[in-house]
Nanobody, 121 residues
């Protein structure tokens, strides 16, 4: 079965940086779309960023210019580099993937368990 495991969350001060990792149980070559979502308490889960096999990336406006999604196929891992963090970035961050390119930019077939990111004022 497909397994996605997130890591790298933690507590940082506003303006700081974190790098999230999503390790897949199989080659990410099979995942045409991968991405990151986040969910704050009492809020619905929303997409943050996505990447597909051709290298195209997508970001929501609120993180554009601050976050960068990338991949390392040799390590079966995707990353989310988060810079200039703000308190409103506080949320549980989830990795997601899909083998189906038609899901772009919203992979939702496979999910990780999430990693907490907390940004203090």
């Amino acid at each position: 079965q497909v397994r996605l495991v997130e890591s790298g969350g933690g507590l940082v001060q506003a303006g700081g940086s974190l790098r999230l990792s999503c390790a897949a149980s199989e080659t990410i070559y099979n995942f045409n779309v991968m991405g990151w979502y986040r969910q704050a308490p009492g809020k619905q889960r929303g997409l943050v960023a996505a990447i597909r096999g051709a290298g195209n990336t997508f970001y929501v406006d609120s993180v554009e210019g601050r976050f960068t999604i990338s991949r390392d196929s040799a390590k079966n891992t995707v990353y989310l580099q988060m810079n200039s963090l703000r308190p409103e970035d506080t949320a549980v961050y989830y990795c997601a993937a899909s083998t189906r390119i038609e899901k772009w930019p919203l992979p939702n077939d496979y999910w990780g368990q999430g990693t907490q990111v907390t940004v203090s004022s």
